[in-house]
């Protein structure tokens, strides 16, 4: 079946130094990955959508110099939390898809702690 | 807005059948539907997923109305490590968006 990983499970870095996370696919090529950060209210905020041999596309409030991502490949992404602070904490998922298809897959999320 | 509609809590006791609704009566064609619960203090823990009729796996399974308007999540013996909120939202690769609603918390008496 298709699954989503995502490591660190759960990561702390110092304030102002930065975090990379990481989102495989695996049983399916994920054409397009998106990235979300859970707010204090629980909804999660869309970070970015990124498609293979696409522009990456940022959603307002997100920017890609403070939220660099990297999708190489059809099964791999990551995310760079740049000049981690207190606001940035919380649980970052990671949601992909595939061709052929609309359901998205989900990772079980990252979890940032800024000390 | 929600794209979901729940019942605010429901109670339990320990090794009863639990089944929390969820009405989502704009779904489109597209959307699948997700089931999520959350403890204080971590992250949400992805339960089932489904699109349509039936799904079940090893800690749940999920009914789907045939109009996709309702779906129904089922847990079988639930225990006092299941008392949580429970989600269920709705997505599809079109926008990505997830859109949480208030959830049902799960009470469960010993």
């Known amino acids: 079946g298709a699954l989503v990983y995502q490591y660190p499970r759960r990561t702390i870095c110092k304030s102002g130094t930065s975090m990379r996370m990481e989102c495989q696919a695996v049983g399916f090529q994920a054409t397009s990955v998106a990235w979300y950060r859970q707010s204090p209210q629980k909804t999660f905020e869309l970070i970015a959508l990124?498609?293979?041999?696409?522009?990456?596309?940022?959603e307002q409030n997100f920017t890609q110099e403070k939220f660099p991502i990297s999708h190489p490949n059809l099964s791999f992404s990551s995310m760079t939390v740049l000049n981690a602070y207190l606001e940035d904490r919380g649980l970052y998922l990671c949601g992909a898809s595939g061709t052929g298809g609309t359901e998205v897959f989900f990772g079980k999320g990252t979890r940032l702690t800024v000390v | 807005l929600a794209k979901t509609t729940q019942p605010p809590s429901m109670e339990a006791y320990e090794g009863q059948e639990v089944n929390v609704s969820c009405s989502h009566t704009?779904?489109?064609?597209?959307?699948?539907i997700y089931w999520y619960r959350q403890v204080p203090h971590q992250g949400p823990q992805f339960i089932i997923q489904g699109y349509k009729d039936y799904v079940v796996n090893e800690v749940a399974s999920l009914f789907i109305s045939a109009d996709r308007k309702l779906s129904t999540l089922s847990l079988p013996w639930v225990s006092l490590r299941d008392a949580a909120v429970y989600y269920c939202?709705?997505?599809?690769?079109?926008?990505?968006?997830?859109?949480w609603g208030s959830g049902t918390k799960l009470i469960i008496k010993p």
């Open positions: 990124s498609t293979v041999n696409s522009a990456i596309k940022y």
């Open positions: 939202i709705v997505t599809d690769n079109s926008n990505y968006q997830l859109i």
């Open positions: 704009n779904i489109a064609t597209s959307e699948y």
